[in-house]
């Protein structure tokens, strides 16, 4: 190893800071960027201040995890370069563009370890854009770091098994939960039993919650239908359709989501192939089992390299920061790594069942109506997709963003992505795959007006 | 009028801001998005039919959440930690 050796991580969350500490341990420093202002990531993110609740009240089953990790990440503090509040905002020659507050500077570095993680996955329906709609992180993250419960009384709406995990976290902090509606139908969840081998508290957890919200009066729907979310300036109720029925309950407050997104926008500005992922229904950048993506010295880790969870998180990063130690041509534990890959391998078979007990909803796409906003952004509808592929003949998602301007706005595809895709490769009569990905540009998020102009010049 | 409800973190210290003008009160810990969202049910009209927004992800990830601030800047709200004596503005006139 040279003192050439700076690998610059990007996200300190479970993957970030177990691939952080690995290469601590063999006596490099990385620099690590973070946008939030303190280390944990999304699962285990931390208050802007300490108040009454305790870890256990925080992070429930995984407080000893977060305890643990938190720790780990004050343990390193001065073995690392650390920018919180920073955002990487593009990534050039071997350097990161990262903005702090209203100042922007390069970052230069050996090697990149990717720990970008992922946000909800949502889907557009009518209502969803009024107050009081937020995702089902968002829900979580009110809740968290906030302490507030996002309406007097809830609905959490979707899929995924973050949804009886919010909801459950909703009952147990003293918030009215006034339903659990599942997209999925309830014999889906017997998947759940081929579970309980690869991971059994995990399932156990889970039936655990939907048990307890049911013994809490809490209604719970299988197979339901989202019609529409009414009210005129905010949240007032949701309207939903269970074996061609319409039931109304009346709200002020819906978390959502189906599941999970990666966040991947740097993956494709440093250059690495993607490869489409069947079980996402999205592209992710292609990764050997270390984490290795296919340009030299970038690795990727975490929810940001493949919907996996903290736990493959954790594991994941803890990989990649060996393999960068193994190419720089240091020695490894090779138990290790083993032991490291078996148990990734095991998560992931995992997530095919929990994908099949808590499947996309497929018929979504040409169930839609025209009307509906697509885009939060630009205020585009879905017809507007269905207009460019009649009218102009699109078949492809790039194609669509220039004459739609869908995925150009602020969010940058964030919200309206995946729901584009659908929409656009059934209007084709295609699968997602083959209508495209959209492409990352620069900056990847807003960033203050000012900063770029000042970089110039620097 | 509020949108979210606060179940925890009563004890922490006051800390003054001011909405459209409105002398208004969050805690110590607070995000602009949480101190406005506890007494209001909006963040911003949409940027093109006016619509009222109220924030969507609470990640960073959405850009739903944009407010205006006293000296004429934009914050995103569910990233900003709430400061003493923001002057903070959602009302503000769609793009077109
Ligand atoms: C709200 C929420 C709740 C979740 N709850 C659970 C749960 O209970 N159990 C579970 O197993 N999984 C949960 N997940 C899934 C969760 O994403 C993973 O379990 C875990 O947090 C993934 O770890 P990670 O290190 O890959 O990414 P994350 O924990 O998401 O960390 C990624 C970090 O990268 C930072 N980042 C990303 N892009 C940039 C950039 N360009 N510049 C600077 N910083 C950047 C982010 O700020 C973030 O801190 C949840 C996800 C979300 C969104
Ligand atoms: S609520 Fe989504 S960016 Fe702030």
């Known amino acids: 190893m040279s003192d050439a050796t700076r690998p610059l991580i990007v996200g300190a969350g479970p993957a970030g800071i177990r691939a952080a500490q690995i290469l601590v341990s063999s006596g490099i420093r990385p620099a690590v960027i973070d946008e939030a202002p303190s280390g944990g990531g999304q699962i285990y993110r931390q208050r802007l201040v300490a108040d009454e609740r305790s870890a256990k009240d925080l992070y429930g089953s995984e407080a000893a995890k977060a305890t643990a990790l938190h720790g780990t990440f004050a343990g390193i503090r001065d073995r690392i370069d650390y920018y919180p509040e920073t955002l990487v905002w593009n990534l050039r020659d071997k350097a990161a563009d990262a903005v702090t507050g209203h100042r922007t500077r390069r970052i230069p570095f050996s090697h990149l370890i990717l720990a970008t993680g992922a946000t909800d996955r949502v889907l557009p329906f009518p209502g969803w854009t009024l107050p009081g709609v937020f995702t089902l992180g968002g829900s979580q993250i009110a809740l968290k770091s906030q302490g507030c419960a996002i309406g007097e009384e809830v609905v959490f709406l979707g899929s995924g098994p973050l949804l009886y995990l919010v909801a459950w976290q909703y009952v147990k902090a003293g918030a009215n939960v006034a339903a659990v509606l599942d997209t999925s139908q309830f014999s889906a969840k017997l998947h759940l039993l081929r579970g309980l081998f690869a991971q059994p508290s995990v399932v156990l957890r889970g039936f655990r919650y939907a048990a307890e919200l049911m013994a809490r009066g809490v209604a719970v729907r299988f197979g339901v239908q989202p019609v529409r979310i009414d009210g005129a300036t905010r949240v007032e109720g949701v309207v939903w359709r269970e074996r061609d029925v319409e039931h109304r309950l009346a709200c002020d407050a819906i978390g959502y989501g189906f599941s999970l997104r990666s966040e991947t926008q740097l993956a494709d500005l440093a250059g690495c192939r993607f490869v489409f992922d069947a079980r996402d229904r999205a592209w992710r950048p292609e990764r050997d089992g270390a984490g290795r993506t296919t340009m030299p010295g970038v690795y990727i880790a975490g929810d940001g390299a493949g919907i996996a969870g903290a736990d493959a998180a954790e594991l994941a990063g803890e990989r990649a920061g060996l393999a960068l130690l193994e190419d720089v041509g240091l020695s490894v534990d090779h138990v290790r790594i083993g032991v490291l890959e078996r148990k990734l391998a095991s998560i992931s078979k995992f997530r095919d069942v929990l994908e099949a007990a808590f499947p996309f909803p497929q018929a979504w796409a040409n169930g839609i109506s025209d009307d509906v906003t697509l885009c939060r952004c630009e205020e585009i509808a879905i017809g507007a997709v269905r207009d460019a592929v009649r009218d102009q003949g699109v078949f492809e998602l790039n194609r669509l963003k220039a004459l739609t301007r869908v995925g150009m706005g602020r969010c940058q595809g964030r919200m309206c992505g995946n729901a584009a895709v659908e929409v656009l490769a059934a209007a084709c009569g295609q699968s997602p795959d083959a209508v495209g990905r959209l492409r990352a540009q620069p900056p990847i998020k807003p960033i203050p007006l000012g900063v770029m102009a000042e970089e110039e010049t620097a | ?96």
């Open chain 2, 1 to 96: 009028m509020a949108l979210l409800k606060r179940l925890a973190r009563h004890e922490l210290p006051v800390v003054s801001f001011t909405l459209n003008g409105e002398a208004c009160s969050g805690r110590v810990g607070d995000t602009v998005l949480t101190a406005i969202l506890t007494q209001s049910d909006r963040l911003r009209p949409s940027d093109f039919s006016g619509a009222p927004r109220a924030g969507f992800c609470q990640m960073g990830a959405c850009q739903d959440c944009w407010v205006l601030t006293g000296d004429g800047g934009r914050i995103r709200a569910c990233s900003t930690a709430l400061e003493p004596g923001m002057r903070l503005q959602t009302m503000m006139e769609p793009r077109s």
